[in-house]
């Protein structure tokens, strides 16, 4: 498939789970992609993977403008174009409320909101300019509430706002905005949950799978697919929507 030749894709937190999964999907679909991450050693991993195919894979901060300004300067320098962003990057820092500490807060309001606003704030300049843009932001189940995450929540639900805000904003330049809300995926962030909880990991998946309506966890490629459809030319008419991609309804 090459729904996406001679487009150009810049996705934030891409070097890992569900953020390295969309940039599997876009480059096999046919994309140039950018990928941005404060890990080194999963840069590494990711540069290693996908040697020799067009996927760049830089360091950057979503919460430092300076240096998301300088990553996308460097996917566009080098690629002609910024056609499709993907805002996934993302960090837990979950607690009960009673025990969460005000960086506990900051820290995951900087990494979702300030991170997605960075990103999505500069990427919409090359956009307008070229009257075209795909801009996919990613949130979670969890903007309905979720116990031990009201720093998470708040976040994921903020999101959903600034979505269907984009994309009023910004509709008339040919830029659509929509939103990614999923469910139980499993990844190395679902993991770190279970530990925290003292959980095993396996036993998690079987106690979220007996929950889910179609008694299958979630996968990054189930995340992607979703990317996929947002992100095509021909969802052109598709703006301001929440998808929740969780194996069934959610409120």
Not at 6 to 13: E, I, P, S
Not at 99 to 126: C, I, P, R
Not at 190 to 203: D, Q, S, W
């Amino acid at each position: 498939m090459t729904h996406f030749s001679g487009r150009t894709a810049f996705v934030t937190g891409g070097s890992r789970g569900i953020g390295r999964g969309i940039v599997e999907r876009l480059v096999n679909d046919g994309a140039k992609v950018a990928l941005i991450d404060v890990n080194e050693e999963a840069l590494a991993e990711v540069r290693d993977y996908f040697s020799g195919q067009d996927v760049l894979a830089i360091k950057a901060d979503v919460t430092n403008r300076a240096e998301v300004e300088t990553a996308m300067k460097e996917a566009h320098d080098a690629y002609g174009s910024i056609d499709i962003l993907v805002n996934n990057a993302g960090v837990i820092r979950d607690n009960m409320l009673f025990k969460m500490s005000e960086d506990d807060w900051q820290t995951v309001m900087d990494v979702h909101l300030k991170g997605s606003f960075n990103a999505a704030s500069v990427a919409q300049g090359y956009m307008v300019e070229q009257k075209y843009g795909r801009i996919i932001n990613l949130s979670s189940t969890s903007a309905l509430g979720n116990r031990g995450q009201a720093n998470y929540s708040t976040a994921k639900a903020g999101l959903q706002g600034f979505t269907k805000t984009l994309a009023i904003e910004l509709g008339k330049f040919g830029i659509t905005a929509n939103c990614i809300a999923p469910g139980f995926i499993e990844t190395d962030m679902t993991k770190a949950t279970a530990e925290r909880i003292g959980v095993p990991f396996e036993k998690m998946v079987e106690a979220r799978v007996a929950e889910i309506p179609v008694r299958k966890s979630g996968k990054a490629e189930d995340i992607a697919n979703a990317v996929a459809f947002f992100a095509d030319e021909r969802s052109s008419f598709v703006s301001g929507q929440v998808i929740y991609v969780a194996g069934g309804p959610k409120d």
